[in-house]
């Protein structure tokens, strides 16, 4: 039977609250199927607004990829303002999507993608809007399937106890394999039903949360992580693709309705990194590196350039510069675009990456999008500690690079309470940003350059080498942002050039406790959504107090606290709440490059240097993907790790699930 939209009891409402064109769908390039011709029902989440939500590659690549199969239908949600909540709750009006405002738990299955683990609350806001019960035991044949995906799934215990089930790593064959199994279940009549559904998924290398024990020790720690049926793996394996060629997603990338954070038209140039930054969760995650190839990337930034008609290209990756025909690229694309009003842009560039033809070609339409370089620590130790091996003479080379070719500012991004961080470590960032105001103002002859600090507050990750690092209280991560603005302010001269943005401390001890909590930290969540937390991602929202007393609740009767998950350093025996999940990476390598930190050593890049036996290229049996026919150019010769090799069986490829 059809399933009705709530538009008509929706736009009425839609006077009375902020923003409400993101409410109404329509955009460019989206899809709206016929409900009764699809077998399979997909809806997508982002948990987080609109604005954030729509830009996302990751859903936007698999909404175009399932809407193409034929009897599949797949549609988007975003996280509702909690005015429209308010209202929605008053009237009756379910969860919905956007692009028929159909009601979201009428779907097969519910995919949320989880970028950042303040999206937490925004999922459970869903679910209750959306009449299915917060807790996966709870739900029965007739509530969807909720399916987490996304970097910050990696450690997805927080939210065990509200997601059925979990794939890591790279989703669109994911997506695809899923929506077979259960086309297949639901013909053969849901035999056995919910449960039998989420077997198979099981069994085909989906982390099915509830298939897991967790037992734990008298000092809180945990003691074991055991299946308790059998037919389920003891470890879960990422998916990881070798050719991005073959999946030039998306096709005909949405374009808003309403005013978005990137109103761009992107393509993901290559997928991994292995630069080996210590604190990055995504390079660590998505190695190896598979670079899409020069014609692949030609192609998608014209077709998507016709099918949008944006006037930006963002070429997109963890590193972009770091594409082995970056050059050839950009000057390809700026040729071909000579004359035209469209301009190209590198979100992300590495500062040793970048040079003079590089900053021409971004530069030739006329349009500069803005430079916005990581040198990620002050000072060269603390650069050594997180093996960010950047110079203040290659960031000096590289700003007066930009600067002559005319842009007249950059943004410098750092990060605060790095291990063994001290006050002169963040005290260097004021000098360095100086020396950036001097050096544009002598290759410019100009005095209205700027240089804007942006540092946000370190958090350590799962899955890297820090995810063992004490995390620094707010406390301290404040003070040396005072210390820093005071030492910035102290020459007026080049001071009053120099910007700086930084949100204090709170937060990231938040995100810290979500980001390496285990499942006692969903009762922690769910006591924080039903004390009103929403968009704690977002600071006119976050309340730390909040967050505090929930954990303050909570915690205590487990004999742990806030500190425990947070600002204590783990040892290396202890079993991390994520090591049943393996993204490919060695544990005891993981170990040693943290006990290369503590003592300042740097690693170097496997791409252009022999294997250092991080595991994941024998584990998940791919290789280092580069240059334009997407073989391997470099004679990578996997270690015998003792590891096992991951079935294949089931691969698939990127953007998450």
């Known amino acids: 039977m059809p399933v009705e939209s709530v538009y008509d009891r929706l736009e009425p409402l839609l006077s009375r609250v902020s923003k409400p064109v993101q409410y109404v769908g329509g955009e460019l390039n989206s899809t709206a199927k016929d409900w009764d011709e699809a077998t399979v029902r997909w809806c997508l989440m982002y948990p987080d607004a609109y604005e954030v939500g729509l830009p996302n590659q990751g859903v936007m690549i698999l909404y175009e990829i399932l809407n193409e199969q034929p009897g599949v239908l797949a549609e988007r949600t975003y996280s509702v303002w909690p005015d429209l ?13 956007v692009d028929a405002h159909r009601p979201v738990g009428a779907f097969d299955v519910l995919g949320v993608s989880f970028a950042t683990e303040l999206g937490y609350t925004n999922l459970l806001t869903a679910l209750d809007l959306a009449g299915i019960p917060l807790h996966a035991r709870d739900r029965t044949e007739r509530h969807p399937i909720v399916l987490a995906g ?14 059925d089930a979990v794939v890591l790593g790279d ?19 849901s035999p056995g039903g919910r449960a039998e559904l989420l077997s198979r998924l099981a069994a085909r290398g989906v982390y099915v949360p509830g298939f897991y024990d967790v037992h734990y020790d008298e000092a809180g720690h945990i003691a074991e992580v055991v299946p308790n049926r059998s037919g389920v793996p003891h470890r879960v394996f990422k998916r990881t693709t070798t050719d991005l060629d073959e999946w030039p997603y998306p096709k005909q990338p949405l374009v808003p309705t309403a005013e978005s954070v990137h109103e761009r038209m992107s393509v993901e140039i290559f997928r991994g ?9 995504a390079g660590m995650i998505t190695r190896p590196v598979r670079e899409r190839s020069n014609r692949g990337i030609d192609d998608m930034v014209q077709r998507g350039l016709e099918a949008t008609g944006f006037e930006e ?79 203040e003479e290659d960031l000096i080379r590289t700003v007066s690079t930009a600067f002559s070719s005319g842009w007249r500012q950059v943004k410098l991004y750092f990060m605060c309470g790095l291990p063994t961080e001290a006050d002169e470590d963040v005290l260097q960032i004021a000098s360095m940003a100086k020396e950036v105001i001097r050096a544009g103002r002598k290759v410019s002859g100009r005095h209205d350059i700027r240089c804007t600090v942006s540092i946000g507050g370190f958090v350590p990750k799962p899955h890297t080498p820090f995810q063992w690092a004490a995390q620094a209280d707010p406390g301290t991560v404040d003070e040396r942002m005072r ?9 007026r001269r080049l001071g009053r050039n120099i910007g700086v943005r930084y949100h204090d401390g709170k937060p990231s001890l938040i995100e810290g406790l979500l980001s390496r909590g285990d499942r006692r930290i969903g009762q922690v969540i ?22 505090v007393a929930a954990a303050a609740e909570v915690l205590p009767r487990f004999g742990v606290d806030l500190d425990w998950f947070t600002t204590r350093e783990r040892s290396a025996e202890e079993i991390l709440p994520w090591e049943h999940l393996d993204s490919g990476l060695d544990k005891e390598w993981l170990w040693t490059d943290w006990q290369d930190a503590l003592e300042a050593r740097e690693q170097d890049d496997c791409r252009w240097t022999p294997c250092f036996d991080c595991g994941v290229c024998p584990t998940t049996g791919t290789d280092i993907e580069v240059g334009p026919s997407n073989r391997p150019l470099l004679p990578i010769t996997p270690v015998s790790s003792g590891a096992p090799v991951r079935n294949t069986a089931f691969d698939s490829v990127g953007g998450d699930a």
């Not at 996304?150 to 509200?162: C, I, L, M, R």
């Not at 210390?483 to 020459?491: F, N, Q, V």
């Open 150 to 163: 996304g970097h910050a799934a990696f450690n997805p215990e927080p939210v065990a106890d509200f997601v």
């Open 85 to 97: 909540e308010e209202l929605m709750r008053e009237h009756g009006i379910p969860q919905f999507t």
């Open 526 to 547: 769910e006591r924080v959504w039903r004390s009103g937390g929403r968009f704690d991602g977002w600071n006119e929202h976050f309340s730390y107090d909040r967050w």
């Open 171 to 189: 989703g669109e064959q994911a997506v695809l394999e899923i929506t077979g199994l259960v086309r297949a279940f639901k013909e053969e009549g």
């Open 483 to 491: 210390k820093l603005r005071k030492e910035i302010s102290s020459d």
């Open 313 to 391: 290209v963002g070429l997109l990756s963890l590193s972009s510069a770091d594409h082995s025909e970056i050059g050839e690229i950009t000057k390809g694309l700026a040729d071909r675009y000579e004359g035209t009003n469209t301009g190209l842009s590198l979100p992300s560039t590495r500062v040793d990456a970048f040079n003079v033809d590089l900053a021409n070609e971004l530069s030739r339409s006329g349009r500069r999008s803005g430079l916005t370089f990581a040198p990620e620590g002050g000072s060269e130790r603390i650069r050594r500690v997180i093996n960010k091996m950047v110079s």
């Open 273 to 281: 990194c292995t630069r080996g930054c210590r604190f990055c969760q």
